[in-house]
């Protein structure tokens, strides 16, 4: 077991293990670390534990300092000189008339290096543009092509339920997520309704996937036939995942029918099966709807990146 503390840095959501050395840390301390790209400035965003030798990068880097009121004061201008560099790449990307989208710039702690954070469709010959920077910076240029959900962990927002973006608040890293997910949850299959800021299906259809999976194992399917506890068949025409009720359509009489609610442990079916191949490329033949295609484009995009 080794010792560790967790350290988050401003544009990496990322956490990265230290060893605290004999610092007393608490989450929301600022410390200077030494990383590949040289000192770094980070919020500490894990009390020091105790972790497996496996998942700790060797060698393990130590926590120099707690940040004092020095570092606290060059972030401080590296943000101001950042707004500048913003504005000065954004008229040379015009100048070079570069397709390309500047989302965000950032100095290194030790101004060593510059680096530019865009967006674009597809490739973009940037040498000329580096070029450029370089002689207005006179120091170390990167710039560094992100996807759209990169975009929006760096700018952050509000989602549709009215709390910060979870890529910006809280997620180390990004999640694959399907349309499949969607479907398991009963959501609407609107793109508009399951897609996140970024344009992309919503990260947090993974929070609840596990849950709605063993839940709607022990369901039938809708249209499913099953025996009643008080001894009739019926054919299922709703379900309440998180409730366990199951809506069945029973034959009181023989012309007659009746919609009865049912706990779905007191009704007799037969498991659910998972979709076979043969199911699955029954789903493909079918012609697919105006947002189920974009829902597909959408998850393709996604893997993509991934």
């Known amino acids: 077991m080794v010792r560790v503390t967790g350290v988050r840095f401003r544009t990496a959501g990322k956490i990265y293990y230290f060893d605290p ?28 534990r105790e972790v497996e030798e ?4 060797s060698p ?15 972030v401080a201008r590296n943000k101001e000189k950042e707004k500048e560099a913003f504005r ?45 920077l370089a002689s207005v910076f006179r120091t170390r240029i990167e710039l560094r092509q ?29 999640i694959p997520v399907s349309i499949r997910m969607a479907k398991e949850q009963n959501l609407s299959l609107n793109p508009s309704k399951i897609s996140g800021t970024c344009g992309r299906l919503m990260c947090c259809l993974k929070n609840e996937q596990e849950t709605y999976e063993f839940l709607n194992s022990k369901l039938p399917g809708i249209g499913d036939t099953v025996q009643t506890p008080d001894g009739m068949k019926g054919e299922v025409q709703s379900v309440n995942v998180l409730r366990q009720m199951v809506k069945v359509v029973v034959n009181v009489d023989k012309d007659e029918k009746e919609v009865r609610d049912y706990p779905a442990d007191q009704l007799k079916f037969r498991p659910r099966r998972k979709k076979g191949k043969g199911a699955a490329d029954k789903d493909k033949n079918k012609e697919p709807d105006a947002d189920m295609k974009e829902l597909e484009a959408l998850e393709d995009t996604e893997k993509s990146k991934l």
């Open 88 to 132: 000065i790449c954004q008229e040379k990307i015009r100048k070079h008339k570069l397709d390309m989208k500047l989302v965000d710039a950032e100095y290194t702690f030790d101004n060593n290096k510059v680096l530019f954070y865009f967006t674009a469709d597809g490739r973009v010959d940037f040498r000329e543009l580096v070029k450029d």
């Open 54 to 57: 496996g998942k700790v990068v």
């Open 146 to 174: 992100i996807g759209v959900r990169d975009e929006t962990k760096i700018i952050g927002g509000v989602g549709i339920c009215g709390r910060a973006l979870c890529c910006h608040s809280y997620m180390p890293e990004f």
């Open 60 to 74: 393990l880097k130590p926590i120099l300092r707690i940040a004092n009121k020095k570092d606290e004061e060059t």
């Open 21 to 48: 050395r004999n610092f007393t840390l608490k989450k929301g301390d600022h410390v200077v670390v030494e990383t590949a790209r040289g000192m770094e400035y980070g919020t500490v965003v894990m009390n020091i």
